[in-house]
């Protein structure tokens, strides 16, 4: 996930000011042992919460950080029933320990793994996900998409006080590979174990952030006898930043070769989002218009290509020649209007350069409502409409936080049996707050690493998955940057899919299920 617009828009002038920090400094991590832990009924542990004050703070000292340490892996076996077969599994939630070159204990990472019980681990795969943000645990993933229990999250039913009660998933992809969810520091129950603002600064930076996440994957690989395995990576959102870097990494630094990239509502390069870029408004027409047309019934892509054919033609055309251009102006600003909904009179008044704050609170401003920032199709109150500010936060997304929370520490703690100390941050916006997207010359994009990691190994397929009333990362943003690939990189090698939904579209049945069709077509 991508915390929150401002955030976003924040992060976007960082990276558009300057070039990444590199750091090399983790160099290796130890195991902690792993215990066999058989499943228990004991009531859940410690209370979860998403303030983010922990995540954003290394231990008081030494001494505090092992009190406060990460406890014994734990094992468990489970079987679920679902519709026409029965899966048996081995879980495992706990972390691996990461240090720098020195030797020193730097931070605990907490990851939860699922594993067919009966399978080949030679030619089983594993997949290894991880959520963006920065500062977004990887709950989202495993609980609203591909793991063996789920919580119900449609967007437009899902409340704070909703039950977090999860049910078995048909559609987890553990048919299909073995999974590993991981939490980046600062998220989950991932922590600090070293103290001061040096280690922060290394694991709260772009290229920090993909070095320690890189190491960690070949550590779990090696702590489970799974080298020789078929390997996959998954990223959402700021994972579309993270996931080719991590693919680089692993490619260069720590011997592991990815079969497959699976990238889920990416972001692909932050100057598209923010400044004077015009691709900012090409990028996010369709999906305003996507957003329009659904309230007349259901709408897929194909249904979107007049408006993807007009944002990359006149409408481009127009927004180039400036206001200096009076027809030009009024026209792509009527045309605009006309595909939007946007009323004419505002859509003039900003010269139909609509952003995407501008149209959540203007698309249905005469009802007083706000558009989601996730999905968009979701419509909720604006507590100031009277208000010439922005005092509205995300219809679609805020009300998924409580139950989700409460659902994951449930599962980790009771049904997994491991119960760490401390709250398990979802979303941390302290993280988000503290990153460094670098500065100087290279602002923050992964195209780059794309283009390296599919020339590198022609075997290695992309797979972009997006919803159409996605607000927070449009899915035309990606079809533009996907198109400025060589051919080597071009279908049916790389593919990018849409369906209804939103940033976390697979909460929506139908796109959850065709989704999974294409990873499973994928990795055969």
């Given amino acids: 996930m991508v915390v929150s617009s401002s955030k976003l828009q924040r992060a976007g002038c960082a990276a558009f000011a300057g070039a990444l920090l590199v750091w090399a400094g983790i160099a290796r991590a130890e195991d902690q042992p792993p215990p066999q832990a058989q499943q228990t009924t004991t009531p859940a542990g410690p209370r979860a919460g998403s303030t983010g004050a922990r995540a ?27 519709p026409g077969r ?4 081995t879980a495992t939630a706990g972390s691996i320990r990461l240090f720098d070159d020195k030797g020193e204990p730097q931070a605990d990472i907490a990851y939860t793994s699922y594993q067919l019980d009966g399978s080949d681990r030679a030619s089983r795969p594993v997949t290894f996900f991880f959520n963006g943000g920065p500062g977004a645990a990887s709950a989202w993933l495993q609980l609203g998409n591909t793991g063996p229990w789920r919580l119900p999250m449609n967007a437009d039913s899902v409340t704070p006080s909703s039950p977090p009660a999860l049910e078995s998933n048909a559609d987890t992809w553990l048919d299909f590979t073995d999974l590993v969810f991981v939490d980046p520091v600062g998220t989950g129950y991932s922590r600090f174990v070293a103290t001061g603002e040096d280690v922060r600064k290394k694991f709260f930076s772009v290229d920090g952030d993909v070095s320690s996440l890189a190491l960690v994957v070949r550590r779990w690989l090696e702590k489970h ?32 070769g990815i079969k497959g990239l699976i990238l889920i509502s990416p972001v692909l390069d932050f100057r598209d989002y923010s400044g004077s870029s015009l691709l900012q408004y090409v990028a996010s027409l369709p999906t305003f218009a996507a957003v329009a ?19 990359s033609s006149d409408f481009l055309l127009d927004l ?38 501008e149209f959540r609170r203007e698309f249905d401003r005469r009802d007083g409502k706000i558009t989601g920032r996730y999905d968009a199709s979701v419509l909720g109150f604006d507590p100031y409409p009277d208000s010439s500010f922005y005092h509205f936060s995300d219809p679609s997304g805020d009300g998924l ?55 590198l190994d022609p075997k290695l397929k992309l797979l972009v998955g997006h919803g159409l009333f996605d607000l927070a990362t449009p899915y035309y943003g990606s079809k533009i940057k996907l198109d400025q690939l060589p051919a080597f990189a071009q279908p049916p090698r790389t593919k990018l899919v849409v369906y209804p939904g939103g940033h976390m579209f697979y909460s929506r049945d139908d796109s959850r299920h065709a989704f999974r069709g294409e990873v499973e077509a994928l990795m055969k």
């Fill in 401 to 455: 936080t409580a139950p989700m929370t409460s659902a994951i520490v449930d599962l980790t703690t009771r049904k997994l049996n491991w119960r760490p100390d401390g709250s398990y941050e979802l979303l941390s916006g302290s993280v988000n707050k503290a990153w460094d997207f670098g500065r100087g010359l290279y602002p923050t994009e992964s195209v780059g690493d794309l283009r390296r990691i599919l020339a």
């Fill in 225 to 256: 006898d799974r080298l020789s395995s078929p390997k996959f990576l998954v990223g959402e959102s700021y994972g579309g930043i993270r996931g080719p870097k991590l693919v680089r990494n692993l490619q260069n630094e720590q011997g592991v």
């Fill in 320 to 357: 180039v020649k400036g206001e200096a251009d009076a027809d030009a102006t009024n026209r792509l600003a009527d045309k605009v209007a006309s595909l939007t909904g946007i009323e004419p009179s505002v859509s003039r008044r900003l010269a139909g350069r609509i952003d995407i704050a």
């Fill in 293 to 311: 047309r659904q309230l007349k019934g259901p709408v897929t892509r194909a249904d979107l290509a007049d408006v993807e054919r007009y944002a």
């Fill in 56 to 82: 954003a703070n290394t231990p008081a000292s030494p001494s505090a950080a092992e009190q406060h340490k990460l406890p014994p892996d734990s094992t468990t076996k489970h079987k679920i029933e679902l």
């Fill in 86 to 89: 029965t899966i048996a599994f």
